[in-house]
């Protein structure tokens, strides 16, 4: 099964910017769909932005405009770009694969601190 590690996680400024990746280890990447996650302190995970497998985006209200997922296929890597960072982007930031329902495999997250 795929495995997922999550990396780039730390503690950034508000205002400045970050990027995660999420490594995957098999193949079969390439045709799966890629959801970048994070759930804060005391509240529920929430989607952040999630790429298909045809390279379609979807992005929460929340960080429209701010985020850019993408993915490299080649590198069997997928990344979260983010910029103009707010206190509220304080989380576990987790990565999530699937090909069909019920397959999803989850990374073990990276802490990302924004600081005021």
């Known amino acids: 099964q795929v495995q997922l590690v999550e990396s780039g996680g730390g503690l950034v400024q508000a205002g400045e910017s970050l990027r995660l990746s999420c490594a995957a280890s098999r193949s079969g990447f390439s045709s799966r769909n890629v959801g970048w996650y994070r759930q804060a302190p005391g509240k529920q995970r929430e989607l952040v932005a999630s790429?298909?497998?045809?390279?379609?985006?979807n992005y929460a209200d929340s960080v429209k405009g701010r985020a850019t997922i993408s993915r490299d296929n080649a590198k069997i890597t997928a990344y979260l770009q983010m910029s103009n960072l707010k206190p509220e982007d304080t989380a576990v930031y987790y990565c999530s694969l699937w090909r069909l329902p019920g397959d999803r495999v989850w990374g073990r997250g990276t802490q990302v601190t924004v600081s005021s």
């Open positions: 790429i298909s497998y045809g390279g379609v985006t």
